[in-house]
């Protein structure tokens, strides 16, 4: 019997996906989560395949996608896009050009520049546990209409 998670994680998780929490108000959202699953078809070849993320447990992978596009009338300069990780949540952080933060988004860098006080008064590397939000920076100047994607994959906790 596989453990369900509660009600209320697998809502919260749903209310990230919502499209808000892009970070300029010009820069329209589009998010959708996904489980994937990985499974082998009847010649062994591994195949992936995506489904809604309606019920998701501990040790699923969920890939979040995020279509973004420039919806102000101007070029917007070094926008960037940030989003809370999902709580129980551990995000993958292989993508180079992904930026996190271990303190709800005051301070960026790659997860191996980062370090979190212990309750000692010591200092210890923060983990992908620790992360509470994600940053991609967008192209350096977005002229109107100019749209992109961003995904990346998360594991439940």
């Known amino acids: 019997m596989k453990f369900m998670m509660p009600a209320a994680t697998a809502a919260m998780l749903f209310a990230w996906a919502s499209p808000a929490g892009a970070m300029s108000p010009h820069i329209g959202l589009n998010t959708q989560m996904f489980v994937e699953q990985v499974a082998t078809d009847i010649n062994g070849r591994e195949r992936r395949m995506l489904r809604n993320a309606d019920r998701v447990q501990p040790g699923d992978r969920l890939i979040f996608v995020m279509d973004w596009r420039n919806e102000a009338r101007e070029p917007l300069n070094r926008p960037s896009l940030t989003r809370a990780v999902p709580a129980g949540t551990r995000p993958d952080l292989g993508d180079p050009r992904m930026l996190v933060s271990v303190d709800g988004g005051r301070r960026w860098g ?21 992360v ?14 100019e749209s992109g994607r961003i995904s990346y994959r998360a594991v439940v906790r």
């Open 110 to 130: 790659r997860i191996e520049q980062l370090w979190l006080p212990t309750p000692l008064g010591g200092v210890r590397r923060a983990l992908p546990e620790d």
């Open 132 to 145: 509470t939000h994600v940053r991609w920076q967008l192209p350096e100047s977005v002229p109107p209409g």
